[in-house]
């Protein structure tokens, strides 16, 4: 049996750069010269403890990092309900026994591209945590959304909810506590 990190970060690894218009949004974390989500590198962190391995939830559509532009699509999207089509197919999930599901706050929800992924993977008999970054206004509905969404799935009921203005640092501690809590 084997643990999977599934996760949605943005910025995308296809318009790292962003157009220069705009600074990065909060939440934008930099590495090495590189951007790296705050979901990113939380994923990154659990991977690494839990031995898991890794799927980047995306859209096939490559969203800008003009943070205005990217309100503006993403907020239609919500309001649509979109289920947008993604762009890897979703990994074989047969011998995967928990799975830690990651995404950033938008809109007060999740991004779309996680319903589509939720809808997808047969997720039955996993333990499902989730796990979420926010610039401080919490998780809003979306633990109880994805548990009505994830059926068959037991879902654990203390998810972690980070802020995006931590340092690097400060969210892997918060990372490996509450994998401590959640999973011993
Ligand atoms: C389009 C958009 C909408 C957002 N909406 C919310 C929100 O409703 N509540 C909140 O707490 N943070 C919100 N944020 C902040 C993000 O959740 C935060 O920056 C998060 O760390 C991003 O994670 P990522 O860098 O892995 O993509 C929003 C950010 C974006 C880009």
Redesign the pocket.
């Known amino acids: 049996m084997s643990n999977l990190v599934a996760?949605?970060?943005?910025?995308d690894p296809f318009n790292p750069e962003g157009d220069g218009e705009s600074e990065p949004?909060?939440?934008?974390?930099q590495r090495d010269g590189s951007v790296?989500?705050?979901?990113?590198?939380?994923a990154e962190v659990i991977a690494k403890v839990t031995h898991a391995s890794t799927y980047r939830i995306q859209s096939k559509r490559i969203y800008p990092s003009n943070?205005k532009i990217?309100?503006q699509?993403?907020?239609a999207e919500k309001q649509r309900g979109d289920r947008p089509e993604l762009r890897e197919p979703i990994p074989d999930l047969k011998d995967v026994e928990n799975v830690f599901l990651?995404?950033?706050?938008?809109?007060?929800?999740a991004?779309m591209a996680v319903y589509s992924f939720l809808e997808k993977a047969d997720l039955k008999g996993k333990e499902l945590y989730l796990f979420?970054?926010?610039?401080?206004?919490?998780l809003?509905g979306t633990l109880k959304t994805i548990t009505d969404m994830a059926k068959g799935a037991k879902v654990n009921q203390t998810p972690l909810s980070?802020?995006?203005y931590l340092t690097i640092e400060q969210l892997q501690q918060e990372v490996i506590a509450w994998l401590y809590k959640v999973n011993g």
């Not at 996760?7 to 910025?11: A, L, N, T």
């Not at 949004?25 to 974390?29: A, E, F, M």
């Not at 790296?36 to 939380?42: D, E, R």
């Open positions: 996760y949605f970060s943005h910025p949004p909060s939440g934008y974390v790296l989500g705050t979901v990113q590198v939380m943070f990217l309100e699509i993403s907020k990651g995404y950033p706050m938008w809109w007060m929800d991004p979420a970054a926010q610039s401080d206004y919490g809003a980070a802020s995006c």
